[in-house]
């Protein structure tokens, strides 16, 4: 069992972290990634909860990679369907010749969606189902103009990044984005009647701005600091949606696939999206997502003349579409979504625990396997992040002003596992600045 568990064998960042460190910065665009004498390390390897980087030091995982490898870093049943299907047909032409691969995939995620009768759009990344869901919006309504949440976070594409809620990601373009989003404030359930106001404010801004075809919500604001609405407000926001015939565009592109302990969080209030966006766990690693559309507002889309008019080149990529399928097998078998239900309590009494005993911690939320530490100091937190490295545990700073602790640990992670990474965080909470 001491393979499951971290293990250092060089300072950190170890010397081929260090020097990989410097032949980046020489190679790669500034603002990508953060480069400091004490971060980052180079990941090499990952089994499971634990990662390996290039100098051999092995970390307990509790970021699952921003959430992608959700049954676990290497799951051998998706690696293995990757290299079959690439093996047989790595590429293939996916709106003119596309492959039976594809299909399977269309039909599996059929099967999943909570509305009867979907069809989905396959590409590669979250912004670009966010960019399909936009554009059928527009297709349904004929009306340009979206309703979305301040803090939201959507991609960073121009039209993913034109409806997302964060502003430093969109100061640096503001004079090229058009200015067709309304935004509004994300109920927060400290503050009273939090959902009714909020609903409340969702309404009238439709009445006001009749241009608006649709609102876009994450169900649990993932960038933002992973921040839960009161119970209810789904429901309420799809309820006026219905009424003023809006489409409700629902972004789980970081909380689907049984991470908050249902298949998707709109499930949890029985809620049925208009389009639901998926991404990042759908492949257990390789690049795919996916926008899920009721049938009506799917057949929006006219059909096609020999021109799609939305595709891109590596639309349903065979090797994509088989490892979607291999990785939906393994939520199944693993049962994800009773096992993200089965850790909320460990990890909840752990998190106020350490709350309880901690003056720096201001907050604890989540739920399933998707939770938040905020800090009341976005400085503290990033200490925290960069000593956890040099304790063997990866985490991963979240929050409008960095002062979040975000914590998406894959499903399959071990009871033991679990309570050891959160000893190492209490550890680093406790003494950020190691010895």
């Not at 699952?64 to 299907?85: C, D, M, S, Y």
């Not at 063997?392 to 050891?420: H, K």
């Amino acid at each position: 069992m001491i393979d499951a568990f971290e293990r250092l064998v060089t300072p950190i960042p170890g010397p081929r972290s260090r020097a990989l460190a410097k032949s980046l910065a020489a190679s790669e665009v500034r603002g990508v990634t953060y480069l400091a004498p004490n971060y980052p390390v180079f990941w090499e390897s990952g089994d499971g909860a634990t990662i390996t980087d290039v100098d051999g030091n092995r970390y307990l995982d509790l970021t699952g990679a921003f959430g992608v490898a959700l049954t676990g870093h290497g799951n051998p049943a998706v690696a293995r369907a990757i290299a079959e299907q690439a093996a047989r047909l790595a590429h293939g032409m996916g709106d003119v010749h596309p492959t039976a691969v594809k299909v399977h995939l269309l039909e599996r995620l059929a099967s999943l969606a909570p509305a009867a009768g979907a069809k989905s759009f396959l590409c590669s990344t979250g912004a670009e189902s966010i960019e399909f869901a936009l554009k059928t919006a527009m297709l349904v309504t004929g009306e340009p103009n979206v309703l979305a949440f301040a803090g939201g976070y959507h991609g960073l594409s121009y039209a993913a990044l034109e409806v997302g809620g964060i502003p430093k990601f969109r100061k640096p373009w503001q004079r090229q984005l058009r200015g067709t989003t309304s935004f509004v404030r994300f109920p927060d359930p400290r503050e009273p009647k939090a959902s009714e106001r909020a609903l409340e404010v969702v309404a009238k801004t439709l009445r006001k701005d009749r241009s608006i075809g649709a609102v876009l919500v994450e169900p649990i604001l993932g960038r933002a600091g992973i921040r839960v609405p009161p119970d209810g407000f789904l429901k309420g926001l799809r309820a006026i949606c219905t009424e003023r015939d809006t489409l409700l565009i629902v972004d789980e592109i970081y909380t689907g696939f049984g991470r908050t302990g249902t298949m998707f969080a709109c499930q949890r209030e029985n809620v049925q999206p208009d389009v639901l966006c998926v991404g990042k766990a759908l492949g257990g690693g390789f690049p795919i997502s996916a926008a899920i559309a009721s049938r009506e507002v799917a057949d929006a889309w006219a059909p096609s003349d020999g021109e799609a008019l939305h595709t891109s080149t590596y639309l349903g990529n065979p090797m994509g579409c088989a490892a979607a399928l291999a990785n939906l097998d393994e939520i199944e078998r693993l049962d994800v979504p009773g096992l993200a239900r089965s850790r909320e309590s460990q990890l909840a009494e752990r998190l106020h625990e350490l709350k309880r005993i901690d003056t720096q911690i201001a907050e604890v939320r989540g739920r399933g396997l998707l939770w938040a530490l905020e800090l009341k100091n976005p400085a503290f937190a990033r200490a925290c992040v960069v000593a956890a490295l040099g304790r063997g545990l990866v985490l991963l700073q979240s929050g409008l002003r960095g002062e979040v602790l975000a914590l998406a640990p894959p499903a399959m992670i071990s009871d033991v596992q679990l309570e050891r990474a959160l000893d190492l965080l209490a550890m680093v909470v406790r003494d950020p600045v190691l010895a």
